[in-house]
């Protein structure tokens, strides 16, 4: 019987050492975000995102139950990609990932720490601040960049952007049923 519960155990032990370092990796933790988005599961995906994020992934959500959009191939397409997370850099309570996918398209995600864990921040002023910080990157033309500063700094009000893509999501919904009546026809 000991020699039964000591292998156990330890199984048991490097189990749940590896259940909880994965929090405290901001490496596996944008790993596990990543997958949980490629998924369109964006329940799964909050419980790796900031408190703050909350916002954004239920923008997400509600834009992808407007869109007519066939989740089955897209999320076929998605797993066809190689993507490569580097290892992270980490500065105090904030950290950076680079996820590449293909070898060619690099894109930062920004964790901070939040009650201790490493979490995703994938609210609405750091995705504006990485694609303003990639489009400069890629050389994109100054005034561009201001206009789409402004832009967003209006879309920052939740209320107005949910309205917006409530509307849009109605319009896209009567398009696709105006375009499967045309398909039948």
Same mark, same amino acid.
């Given at each position: 019987?000991?020699?039964?519960?000591?292998?156990?155990?330890?199984?048991?032990?490097?189990?749940?050492?590896?259940?909880?370092?994965?929090?405290?990796?901001?490496?596996?933790?944008?790993?596990?975000?990543?997958?949980?988005?490629?998924?369109?599961?964006?329940?799964?995906?909050?419980?790796?995102?900031?408190?703050?994020?909350?916002?954004?992934?239920?923008?997400?959500?509600?834009?992808?139950?407007?869109?007519?959009?066939?989740?089955?191939?897209?999320?076929?397409?998605?797993?066809?990609?190689?993507?490569?997370?580097?290892?992270? $850099?980490?500065?105090?309570?904030?950290?950076? $990932?680079? $996820?590449?996918?293909?070898?060619?398209?690099?894109?930062?995600?920004?964790?901070?720490?939040?009650?201790?864990?490493?979490?995703?921040?994938?609210?609405?002023?750091?995705?504006?601040?990485?694609?303003?910080?990639?489009?400069?990157?890629?050389?994109?033309?100054?005034?561009?960049?201001?206009?789409?500063?402004?832009?967003?700094?209006?879309?920052?009000?939740?209320?107005?952007?949910?309205?917006?893509?409530?509307?849009?999501?109605?319009?896209?919904?009567?398009?696709?049923?105006?375009?499967?009546?045309?398909?039948?026809?």
């Amino acid at each position: 019987m000991k020699r039964l519960f000591l292998p156990l155990l330890l199984g048991a032990i490097t189990w749940l050492s590896a259940c909880s370092s994965s929090e405290n990796d901001p490496q596996a933790v944008t790993r596990k975000f990543y997958e949980a988005m490629k998924t369109f599961n964006t329940e799964e995906a909050a419980k790796y995102a900031t408190k703050e994020s909350k916002g954004m992934l239920d923008l997400m959500k509600m834009g992808m139950s407007f869109a007519a959009l066939n989740q089955d191939s897209i999320k076929a397409e998605m797993a066809k990609q190689k993507i490569a997370f580097s290892e992270p $850099v980490i500065n105090g309570e904030e950290a950076t $990932v680079s $996820v590449t996918v293909d070898g060619k398209d690099k894109t930062d995600f920004k964790l901070k720490k939040e009650e201790g864990q490493w979490k995703v921040a994938f609210d609405k002023n750091t995705l504006m601040k990485t694609g303003i910080e990639k489009a400069q990157q890629e050389g994109a033309d100054p005034a561009e960049l201001e206009e789409a500063k402004r832009a967003m700094e209006m879309l920052k009000n939740s209320d107005s952007l949910k309205g917006l893509l409530e509307k849009a999501g109605g319009a896209l919904q009567d398009a696709g049923k105006q375009l499967d009546s045309l398909g039948k026809q």
